[in-house]
């Protein structure tokens, strides 16, 4: 099964994605970017705290996400009504995006989503043991989500906080129902949870705060790879 570890950035502005995907290049295949507009969560990031060009010169492929020859992108639209704008964020230069159930007012344009960009954009939806968990697998059922990102705290929008033990049933349930679909686990993502949340189903662990709270970032997703018994990085356990 395929194994990966996701640092997660919630940036200030463009310096700050640079600054810190740098860090962890080598490491890993994918990070993720924690775009959040200060209303669906209380704090603001870039772009809703930066230059609106540097979003419309990624569209234009005037500019290119950093690092993109060694990294793909991920962004986790902790924002609301993503679906408003969401030609904008299949066209930033990720390959996966992510939409919170609880966000999102109208399933119809992400249910709409031309098979074209879904071929090179993977469209994720991110759930929290307070949502409704049959809504979520009803919408997963009609195929329009190509993974699950199950949120490991209770409390979306914030890096640092305690893990929530539920998290590791919602897996379980998700991984029964969908054997065959990536479930990723963002929050609480350390080498005291990532094992039993591997053994409940989970492929995909999203960290900020261990990753990039303290030390080497490096040594840090190395450290959560040999927890799992892995010593190649970048690799499949």
Do not use: C
Not at 66 to 92: G, Q, V
Not at 179 to 208: C, E, H, K, W, Y
């Amino acid at each position: 099964m395929n194994v990966e570890i996701v640092p997660a950035i919630m940036p200030e502005d463009f310096a700050d994605i640079e600054a810190h995907a740098g860090l962890v290049r080598r490491s890993v295949k994918t990070v993720q970017l924690d775009l959040m507009d200060g209303d669906y969560v209380p704090e603001a990031t870039w772009p809703f705290v930066g230059k609106e060009t540097e979003v419309q010169e990624l569209i234009s492929e005037a500019r290119s996400l950093p690092f993109w020859e060694d990294l793909d992108y991920e962004l986790d639209l902790m924002i609301s009504k993503p679906e408003d704008d969401l030609d904008t964020w299949l066209h930033l230069g990720a390959s996966r995006v992510i939409v919170h159930y609880a966000s999102v007012g109208n399933w119809g344009p992400i249910r709409e989503v031309p098979e074209g960009v879904r071929s090179f954009v993977n469209i994720g939806i991110a759930v929290t043991i307070h949502d409704d968990v049959e809504a979520v697998a009803k919408l997963v059922e009609e195929g329009i989500f190509d993974f699950i990102q199950v949120m490991g705290i209770a409390h979306v929008g914030y890096q640092g906080e305690p893990f929530e033990d539920d998290a590791i049933d919602l897996v379980r349930s998700f991984h029964e129902r969908f054997p065959n679909m990536p479930i990723s686990v963002d929050g609480g993502v350390s080498p005291d949870t990532i094992q039993i949340l591997t053994d409940a189903g989970a492929t995909r662990f999203v960290s900020g705060s261990y990753v990039f709270g303290g030390g080497v970032a490096s040594e840090n997703v190395t450290e959560l790879f040999e927890t799992l018994g892995i010593t190649d990085e970048k690799s499949d356990l």
